[in-house]
């Protein structure tokens, strides 16, 4: 159901939104999308082609007085991060997004919104369906997958493609045109780690403890990197090295919820003698004063709390040392600056994303962000290192190139030129520190001349997402003006 003064302009590019905020679209599970997309093809009388991965082309005839202009590529992913808050019983295989409005933001209810990337494709169907657009023929790629990890676009079929101008309409900052993105490594690393019998030593009291992490904001672990939010992993991390001091044994730990997200909640299980269980809550006061003094105002609801739960087989003093290391030592945030662009422009960066103990054993996942693929790779020798110096076991994940920027690039000018036109001011041309698929579909088709842009999203990877509406309809002139100037 539409929220109460839902948008109405652009009216084709909100309808559509809705439409796709309606039906789950989970990384893997595009199928459902995909196939509305197709029929919606189908009924504008519009050929489509999907390759073997399952990303999607609909070829759009160019409009009267344009037909025979060279096409022009529309991309965006039909994918979403699907995170939610604890209270939030939403089912993002099942549940159309529940929409709110609020003080002209467009967000969701304590989930993830999806309007990244869903309003580029929103805007992409509108261009198909809106009779008033001037365009040449269009070729309007979907790709899946690329949440996690840009997979569609790695496996996409690039012969599906003759144009050689791309707009890409995957950037949260109105105002901004990006001409280059981040490429990225990652990993995940798993290690046996032996634990001993819960009942512990002859004459020793424990119950069962959880320690749940809550509050921290979370979001995108590239174009929010340099906020230096808060990491629940890292800080749980911190937690665990005072409390051992006071007895705890760790038998579970449970943060993160994908390689791209920051972690905003995090939760470990220990046993602990009951007497020390106020020792442990003065623990938690004072470390909180402590993150509080240099956490971002957006992670200032931190919280931990301290609840009963069913006791498990405690690791061994020696492995629980090796967990504690490990997260002493792992790599998490900015690494470097760019010395060119502004100080919010990150070179390099690493996302401590996901931790997992359980009776498997141990789970961790990480990914980097680079321009420089020489200076990834001295970060990617320290990961490496630490896997082998506490015996992990090593899976790469995902390896994906960078889009280096042209700014001499022809298709850009003619974006920067307009926008002056249009609104009486000049955009900031960037590159941005995220993982963007241009980098990949420049790989396969070197000929491609690409610039990205957007509205304004905040809070994107995270149940913070929103739109701010008022960046909507500048973003969709843009748009359309340039192409009727291609």
């Known amino acids: 159901m539409k929220p109460e003064s839902y948008p109405l302009e652009p009216a084709h590019l909100w309808e559509h939104f809705y439409q796709i905020s309606c039906v789950p679209r989970p990384s893997g599970s595009e199928a459902a999308l995909r196939d509305k997309l197709i029929a919606l093809a189908a009924e504008r009388d519009c050929k489509w082609a999907t390759d073997q991965r399952g990303n999607l082309v609909i070829y759009v005839p160019g409009t009267h007085g344009m037909e025979r202009s060279a096409p022009v590529v529309i991309q965006n992913h039909l994918d979403m991060v699907t995170v939610k808050t604890d209270d939030c019983e939403h089912d993002f295989s099942r549940d159309p997004i529940s929409l709110e409005l609020e003080a002209g933001w467009l967000g969701a209810d304590r989930t993830t919104l999806g309007a990244d990337n869903g309003l580029g494709c929103a805007a992409a169907l509108a261009l198909m369906t809106d009779a008033h657009v001037v365009h040449p023929p269009l070729e309007l790629l ?9 997979y569609g676009a790695a496996e996409f079929d690039a012969s599906l493609l003759t144009g050689t101008r791309m707009l890409n309409l995957d950037t949260e900052d109105w105002g901004e045109l990006f001409i280059g993105c981040a490429g990225g490594r990652g990993w995940i690393l798993r290690k046996s780690l032996p634990r001993e019998p819960a009942a512990g030593h002859a004459g020793e009291e424990t119950a069962a403890f959880r320690l749940n992490l809550r509050g921290l904001a979370g979001g995108h672990s590239g174009i929010q990197i340099h906020q230096q939010l808060g990491n629940a992993i890292k800080l749980l991390g911190e937690w665990l090295h005072e409390a051992e001091t006071l007895g705890v044994k760790v038998f579970a730990f449970d943060g993160g919820v994908a390689h791209n ?7 470990v299980s220990f046993l602990a003698d009951p007497s020390r269980l106020q020792a442990l809550e003065d623990l938690n006061r004072e470390l909180l004063l402590r993150w509080r003094a240099y956490l971002p105002e957006p992670d200032q609801k931190l919280s931990l709390e301290i609840v009963p739960t069913e006791p498990g087989e405690p690791l ?6 090796e967990l504690r290391q490990l997260l002493a030592l792992f790599p998490h945030g900015a690494q470097s600056y760019n010395l060119e662009q502004p100080a919010d422009l990150v070179d390099l960066s690493i996302n401590l994303a996901v931790l997992r103990l359980d009776a498997d054993g141990l789970f961790l996942e990480s990914t980097l962000r680079y321009f420089n693929a020489s200076q990834a790779d001295t970060l990617a020798r320290q990961v490496l290192a ?3 110096l506490f015996s992990c076991q090593v899976e790469d994940t995902v390896d994906y190139p960078g ?22 001011q000049t955009p900031q041309v960037k590159a941005i520190h995220a993982g963007l698929e241009c980098g990949i579909l420049k790989s396969k088709k070197p000929e491609l001349d690409i610039v990205s842009f957007g509205p304004t999203i905040r809070g994107a990877h995270s149940p913070g997402e929103r739109v701010e509406v008022a960046t909507v309809t500048p973003f969709w002139e843009l748009l359309t003006g340039l192409l009727q100037r291609l």
């Open 142 to 150: 979907f790709t899946v997958e690329e949440e996690t990890g840009l």
């Open 261 to 267: 997200v920051i972690p905003r909640e995090a939760c």
């Open 316 to 321: 061994t003093l020696s492995s629980q040392s």
């Open 386 to 388: 630490i896997a082998e």
């Open 403 to 424: 889009w280096e920027p042209d700014f001499n690039n022809p298709l850009l000018q003619k974006t920067v030129d307009l926008y002056r036109e249009l609104f009486q």
